[in-house]
């Protein structure tokens, strides 16, 4: 029996690695892990932000679990993707990402301080304080792209 369970998940690492791994671009892994550091935070704060507007309905409980993989997003090393000399791709990071370290990595410490916040005022029924942590979330996101992010694609 143990024999079988270790060749069905065997069996199921194989066909699924590949999927896993696809979306990485093995040639610029640095832009690869950062857009997809991106990407975990905005498929979160996409839903909230739509019941904070009265898009979606609210659902509490949704709430939470989008608030919560937004702060464990957050805890990331996000900086990993800009090390020195990975600027290249296409990116729409601005080349000041690269220059200016220490802010960026500021302003991606006050994104986790900030969504653990948003995670905390979530866990409870202020409707208010939630909105209010919320906002002050997406003023993190919005002093970043501000300073270090284009509209357009570069490259």
């Known amino acids: 029996m143990r024999k079988h369970v270790f060749l069905l998940v065997s069996v199921a690492a194989l ?7 696809s979306h990485l671009d093995s040639d610029n892994f640095h832009l690869s892990y950062r857009q997809s550091v991106f990407a975990v935070l ?28 937004l702060n464990n997003a957050a805890k990331l090393n996000v ?8 600027s290249g791709g296409k990116t729409r990071a601005k080349p000041a ?19 653990a916040a948003l995670l905390a005022a979530s866990k409870g029924d202020d409707r208010a304080a939630i909105v209010d942590a919320f906002k002050k979330t997406g003023g993190t996101c919005k002093a970043c792209h501000d300073d270090y992010k284009t509209k357009e694609y570069l490259n």
Not at 15 to 21: C, E
Not at 79 to 85: D, Y
């Open 42 to 69: 905005a498929a979160n704060f996409g839903p909230m932000t739509s019941m904070i507007k009265g898009e979606r309905p609210w659902d509490g409980k949704a709430f939470v679990g989008y608030a919560e993989d």
């Open 79 to 86: 900086m990993r993707g800009f090390a020195p000399g990975t």
């Open 97 to 115: 990402v690269w220059k200016n370290q220490d802010d960026v990595n500021a302003k991606w410490e006050d994104l986790r301080t900030a969504s």
């Open 15 to 21: 066909f699924t690695a590949p999927a896993a791994l």
